[in-house]
Every structure is written in C-alpha cells, then in structure tokens.
C-alpha cells in the first residue's frame, strides 16, 4: 500500500490577503490587486451554497458548507516600503490563524510571501514541515545584489533553512525551462525533490498526486504553496512572468483537489490582475481556493477519481 499523510478531516478555514507586490523584483508588479480580485470571484462561487451545502459537479456529491466553513480573515498589515515588516506580517497571519484551530490560506501578493506563509505553519508544529510548492520556477536563488534575500525568487531557499522544514520530504512540481546551475547543485546537496512540468503531462495528475502523497508522509505538516504561474499562460495569463508549457486549468484543480485533505495551510501567490484578461487567472484562483475548501474541509463523500 502507498503511503500516503492521514487527511486532515472536520476542519475550518481563514483567507487572509497579502496585497503585497514590493518584492517581485522580476517580472511585472500588480499582484498587490490580487486579494481583492479573487475575493470577487471567490463570491460568485460561494452564492451557489444552500442551505450548508454545495454541489460538486465534477463528482456529482454533495459536500458540507456552512458558513464557518470558509471565513475571510481580511488582509494582513503590509507595509509597501518595509519588506521585512510585511513577511513578519504574514507570518503572524498564518501562525494566529493556526492558533485558533483554523487553517490559513494566504492570498498573496508576490511569491516572497512563500517563505512567511511556511514560517507561521514551522512554527506553529512541533513536528517537520513538507512543502508541496507548485511554480514554473525554482525560487531557489540565495542573495543577489538586484533581489536581496526574501524576494519572489528566494521564498523556497528561505523556507528550507528554516529548523523544522523538512526539505527531502518537501517536492517542486510544473517547474520547466531554464534555471541556474547553483539551483541544480542546492537542490541535489539538500535532497530537495523536482517534478517538473513535462513530467506531470507524460504521467498524469493523478500518479503525480500519489507519488507526491507519498513523498510528504515522512514530514508531520504540509504546506501546499501554489505560484500561479505553475499553470500556463493560455490558461493563467494574470500572472508575473509567463512560461509556456505549464499545467492546464484542469491539471492544477485536479491537483489541488486530489492534494487538499492532506495538506494544512495554502498559500496561492503571483495573481496580477494588470496582466489579466477579464479577470480569468483571478477567478481560476479562486476555483482553485474553492476547491481547496470543498475537498480539504469537512468529511466529504468518497467520489470517483478522488485518493482512496
Ligand atoms: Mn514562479
């Protein structure tokens, strides 16, 4: 029998925004507006519920949703000219909300709130941490005169130094084209696992989903970190940098629903409404929440297709 973590069951969530983009040091800026874009889509989901439920079509079942069920936490206190103020910030989002027995899900902002989001769940465990970190790159660069040390390309180098994140049970999926060298070699050093893009369109989600559920059991927590950009930008344009090849709209849901029960905080980042077409990305974003909340949530019925 695969391993795979116990799911997470009878559980409430919190969405916070980070509208925070002052690292993305790269790329275009603009997903400061994030927050407040998925928010709107998130409510043209949400008026589907009736009478604490809602009906999941791609499984035809019926799962819970009482209105505690998903509460917005409103936005963490970013501080546009402080960096550091804001990624404090973050952390103490997530960490007070793991403190009042929900689970965090983060609405960034820019990919450097990776690392605040990993930090609250590290230390809010006694135990380790996994990352399941989505994103069409590494996010592995250390320092550099340009960037610093905590912009949108460190947040995964940051989170793997903290003490209790356990990065050879942590995993990077739908990363593709070029990277640095020095990632290949801190990576291989620090046994940090890689699935990339092509691989996932050659095995399929659901294979991936197992090998990934796997791959995290040896780590107490997990957090899912969910760059946009992981998905491709036919699909997901509203994002900060574009990189072909990516995972389609029904990749990163299946992924996301297939990964939800076992996970315990998310963060979803890079969302830029100043590069979206009719607010697509945004609302892909807020299925992909949704569906985060519906699967990962209160006991739902087995379906078809879902992790045995
Ligand atoms: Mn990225």
């Known amino acids: ?44 989901i949400l008026q589907r519920r009736e009478d604490g439920q809602i009906y999941c079509l791609d499984h035809a079942t019926l799962h819970p949703f009482p209105e505690d069920l998903l509460v917005d936490g409103g936005d963490v206190h970013t501080v546009g000219h402080d960096l550091d103020a804001t990624l404090d910030a973050a952390r103490a989002g997530v960490a007070d909300t793991l403190a009042a027995g929900r689970t965090p899900v983060l609405l960034g902002g820019d990919d450097c709130l ?24 590494l996010d592995l660069l250390d320092e550099n005169e340009q960037q610093g040390r905590y912009s949108h390309s460190s947040g995964m180098r940051r989170a793997s130094e903290l003490a209790n994140v356990d990065v050879s049970a942590s995993v990077q999926l739908a990363s593709r084209h070029f990277n640095f ?22 095995r399929g989600t659901e294979a991936v989903a197992a090998d990934v559920l796997a791959h995290v059991a040896a780590a107490d927590r997990v957090l899912l970190a969910f760059d946009i950009d992981c998905i491709d930008p036919a699909h997901a344009p509203g994002a ?30 890079e969302v830029n409404p100043l590069t979206d077409a009719n607010d697509r990305t945004a609302n892909l974003a807020a299925y992909l929440v949704a569906h985060f909340v519906v699967h990962g949530g209160l006991a739902a019925p087995s379906h078809e297709g879902a992790p045995a």
């Open 1 to 44: 029998m695969t391993a795979r973590p116990l799911p997470r069951t009878d559980r409430r969530f919190t969405l916070l925004g980070a509208p925070y983009d002052g690292a993305a040091t790269l790329g275009w800026p603009g997903s400061r507006y994030a927050p407040a874009r998925i928010r709107a889509a998130m409510a043209w």
């Open 240 to 269: 900060g940098a574009h990189e072909p090849g990516g995972l389609t709209s029904h990749q990163a849901l299946d992924l996301v629903q297939r990964l939800a029960p076992y996970t315990d905080a998310m963060v979803l980042t």
């Open 114 to 137: 990776l690392y605040p989001a990993a930090r609250g769940l590290a230390e809010s465990t006694p135990g380790t941490v996994a990352v399941i970190h989505l994103d069409a790159h």
């Open 181 to 202: 060298p020095s990632s290949l070699a801190f990576r291989e050093k620090a046994g940090l696992r890689n699935i990339p893009a092509a691989e996932i369109h050659r």
